[in-house]
């Protein structure tokens, strides 16, 4: 295992960044490299995942070298970071197919992907070699922003704004000189959105109710709101793609879905409003249509498959589509059904800050997005290796790919449940009884039940790193030697 994690960066530069087949155009190859960064960032996040559950255990374990808090830092901003990249490389994979063109400005595209990767890389080195210091106002420039979950320095914040700009350049242009259709227009109007909604945690408010208001604009409008719509965009290109779903199925879907974003998505966003002083109306608000934003995509997926009889239920990518329907069920329970469990004004009073939030955060990122990202991996490697079979009869059926499948899903799964145990522990010790004091605080932190919950959760922390392992290993030898072409099928 562990020569197998060292060689690791070498091995997935390999397969990823070996640009010249002639099966690629532009755009793939430019999504290529931010595939390929983005699986070195997916387990650099589940890495210091596993550093950060370590030290639940052993306090103790890196104290003064790798503290618990650049741990969990470095955990959750790799994870925003390899997502977004696997969104961006699933738009430049499909760009030119979609629109019959060539991308406007692909050179433009491949400078922005390396001053992206270059900030990522500063901004990472910074959090793990500057720990601790004075708070000035340069080091919110220069070090840390000091908000949670966008912790990001300003300068990178403008970075990050002119590469979403070029993007959107990339995709509106490349539209405006080929085809329009409703997934190009949806598309567009998100990137706008997508540019636009980070800028709310660009500045700095003195009153913390108003800072946290627009703080919220950024991790829960941006984090879910326009990457749902742009996920619906990838979703619907793919099911197309992969099992010949009806154009108009999936975009009445996606059209769907854009209306409850805007009549939902911002309503829904009341749901974080409890704790910062804004008015009561917001409790029932954001509590109730918070609920109903992973409708649509599970709706998508649904419908499609059922329509794929007109194929007999044909796929060209048998991974890849495992994964969509990983993403559906993943999707519906994490962001659905977890976070409609505690996200209610009246339940959200006791389990708020709890690890209840944690166990809804590690499935919804993962069922909603991960698996997303990981069905264009398949896609990717199979027109990469020139459009080979990857349907059944694989060599060695496949095990591999399923697997890595099982010990992710399983892993994510059991730590989710753990995570559940620990924060229903909490909710009941530390604030029903206790009422949120610092005494019910350590009583909940020291009951067996919390106690337990950690180290169950660093057991299936482990499996889920070793079914990562195996994703890569899978990705790096699937379809090799394969001479059979791909299942072709139409669209209905």
Known sequence: MNSIVTA?????????????????????????????????????????????????????????????????????????????????GSVYWFLEEESGTEIAGLKLGNIAFYVLTGAVTIVVLVYLLIQTGPGKDSTIWFINEGREYIEAPRWADFGIVAVMLVFFY????????????????????????????????????????????????????????????????????????????RRKIVQTWLYIEVALMFGSGILGLGHHYFWIGTPDYWFSIGGFFSALEPIPLVAMVVHSVYDAGVHQFKSRNHPALAWIIAHTFGNFLGAGVWGFMHTLPQINLYTHGTQWSASHGHLAFFGAYATINIAFFYMAVQKWRGNVWMGGELPGNGWKWKWAMALLNIGVLGMTVALLIAGYEQSFIERAVEGSTWSGYFSAQNHPWFQQAMHWRLLFGLITIAGLVLLIWDLMTIGKGETRPALQLSEA
């Open 170 to 245: 990339n995709v509106a242009g490349t539209f405006m000189k080929g085809r329009w259709s409703g997934i190009s227009g949806v598309l567009t109007l998100d990137l706008i959105a997508l540019a636009g909604l980070y800028c709310a945690g660009m500045f700095y408010l003195t009153n913390i109710t108003a800072d946290q208001f627009w703080w919220w604009w950024v991790i829960h409008l941006w984090v879910e709101a326009t990457w749902e719509v742009l996920v619906g965009c990838i979703m619907a290109w793919s099911l197309m793609h992969l099992i010949g779903a």
């Open 8 to 88: 690791l960066p070498g091995k997935i530069a390999s397969v990823f960044t070996r640009l010249d087949s002639p099966y690629l155009n532009g755009g793939q190859q430019l999504a290529v490299k931010y595939f390929s960064v983005a699986t070195v960032l997916f387990f650099a996040q589940l890495l210091f995942g596993l550093l950060a559950a370590i030290q639940f255990v052993a306090p103790g374990f890196l104290f003064g070298w790798l503290d618990f808090s650049v741990n969990r830092m470095v955990h959750i901003n790799a994870m925003v970071v390899w997502l977004l990249y696997g969104f961006i």
